[in-house]
């Protein structure tokens, strides 16, 4: 198994070659600016999916008088789940034209994400699964215990002048606790990739499902592409069911774009310089990142010189006005 990870950036970290003899892997050494090509190991996809249609979802009444993680799927959201079950298949199976795949599925434990694993599970037969875990990090954003209606609507638009992300729900949790919690599951998902906890033969496409909720699929969003909290505040959720495909490219990137198309992300609430940074993550040499997105520097910048002796220059000149 190889000893692989992916760095704060959200780049793949491949072995020295000469440290690493495995058959699922092909090293071009001899060209040093041709993309490598990833090992098997790593995923090639992480499918991110929102639970189908509640009894909340159709009716905030349930919440005062039904605990949120027992909240079921309405009718209508087990007919989602079984068409999104469907719809994954396609896309990891190629529509039926690969055969050396597998997924690994991870679930929130509210019943309404349980219940859409279920339904999602009736598209794929036994050899296919490799395995599934319950995980309590990517549950629903804690809003309080029974949630009465008018007041509920009252705090609803307390955060919207707050802000989204920071704002803590009284006796809940705000969008940067959740952020917090699914940071916190990323690092034992990739331990689970490291020390091959998934039992995942690495001649077959590794595809992970983590069905869980709107909010923390995008803070997982969030924490895997480094956006910030501004760019947060403009993310739309997912339909009940919908689901974002992180696909792994040739260079060692993952990204939206392999999947997704640039409709898709602006409709999404993704701004132009993080659509562009998707679609160079599709093609992209794994080594080329801080050339590559000088905009993300320019997020957080006012300015910066192209050398020491320009930035000299410049303050110096600020200094004598």
């Not at 090639?44 to 039904?66: C, F, Q, W």
């Not at 279920?118 to 598209?123: L, Q, S």
């Not at 309590?136 to 802000?163: H, L, Y």
């Not at 320009?310 to 004598?320: A, N």
Request: hydrophobic fraction near 35%; proline fraction near 4%; aromatic fraction near 12%.
């Amino acid at each position: 198994m190889i000893n692989s990870t992916v760095d704060d950036n959200g780049h793949a970290q491949i072995p020295d070659q000469q440290q690493h003899h495995c058959h699922c892997c092909q090293f071009h050494s001899q060209n040093q600016h041709k993309p490598v090509p990833v090992p098997k190991c790593l995923p090639k996809r992480i499918i991110l999916v929102r639970h189908g249609e509640s009894e909340g979802n159709k009716d905030d009444a349930m919440y005062t008088v039904t605990p949120d993680y027992r909240i079921p799927l309405t009718p209508k959201g087990i007919d989602q789940a079984k068409d999104a079950g469907s719809r994954i298949f396609d896309i990891v199976s190629d529509n039926g034209s690969e055969d050396n795949w597998k997924v690994y599925f991870y679930v929130s434990p509210y019943v309404r994400a349980r219940s859409t694993l279920r339904e999602i599970g009736r598209a794929f037969s036994r050899r296919r699964v490799l395995g599934v875990r319950e995980e309590c990090r990517i549950r629903e954003q804690d809003f309080g215990n029974f949630q009465v209606a008018d007041r509920m609507k009252v705090i609803k638009q307390t955060r919207e002048r707050f802000g989204r992300f920071f704002y803590r729900f009284p006796e809940g949790e705000s969008a940067a606790d959740v952020y917090d919690r699914v940071s916190s599951f990323l690092e034992s998902l990739w331990r689970d990739i490291d020390m091959n906890r998934l039992h995942h033969d690495p001649n077959d496409d590794l595809n992970l499902v983590i069905i869980s909720h709107g909010l923390a699929s995008r803070v997982f969003l969030m924490k895997w592409f480094k956006w910030t909290v501004e760019q947060f505040e403009y993310l739309s959720n997912l339909g009940n069911c919908g689901f974002r495909v992180i696909q792994l490219g040739l260079g060692g990137e993952y990204s939206l774009a392999v999947h997704h198309t640039e409709e898709e992300m602006l409709e999404w609430g993704l701004s132009p310089e993080m659509i562009s940074d998707q679609k160079w993550r599709a093609h992209a040499s794994r080594s080329s990142w801080k050339d590559k997105c000088s905009w993300y520097l320019d997020a957080f910048f006012d300015h910066l010189a192209n050398s020491d002796e320009d930035d000299y220059d410049e303050v110096k000149s600020d200094f004598s006005d």
